[in-house]
């Protein structure tokens, strides 16, 4: 059964830095594409970033883009979400989950496109 968990969040100051994982089980993790999504007290979930499994090509949302930096590690089953520069207005919940290649391009971040949900880890950017 497809199985994500996400780790790595905490408190930071802004224009801090972290660096969030995606662990994957249950699935064969180099065939599907990886996104990651955050959701704000009183906002609805958005999809950030995600990374493609036939060739390791990345997508960003324009919010993070030129401060966030996506990348896995097939051998280790596992994604990785680096965060700079960050602003208040990144305090979320982050969470990642699994589709395909094909799907994202036709789907982007549509959420009912994405599978394997983890229960997220919070990120709080504040002084």
């Known amino acids: 059964q497809l199985q994500l968990v996400e780790s790595g969040g905490g408190l930071v100051q802004p224009g801090g830095s972290l660096r969030l994982s995606c662990a994957a089980s249950?699935?064969?993790?180099?065939?599907?594409?990886i996104g990651w999504f955050r959701q704000a007290p009183g906002k609805e979930r958005e999809g950030i970033s995600c990374i493609s499994s036939s060739d390791g090509s990345t997508n960003y949302a324009r919010s993070v883009e030129g401060r966030f930096t996506i990348s896995r590690d097939n051998a280790k089953n596992t994604v990785f979400l680096q965060m700079d520069s960050l602003k208040p207005e990144d305090t979320a919940v982050y969470y990642c989950?699994?589709?395909?290649?094909?799907?994202?391009?036709?789907?982007?971040?549509?959420?009912?496109?994405?599978?394997?949900w983890g229960p997220g880890t919070q990120v709080t950017v504040s002084s």
């Open positions: 249950g699935f064969t993790f180099s065939n599907l594409a």
């Open positions: 989950a699994a589709t395909d290649d094909r799907t994202f391009l036709v789907r982007d971040y549509d959420l009912s496109a994405f599978n394997g």
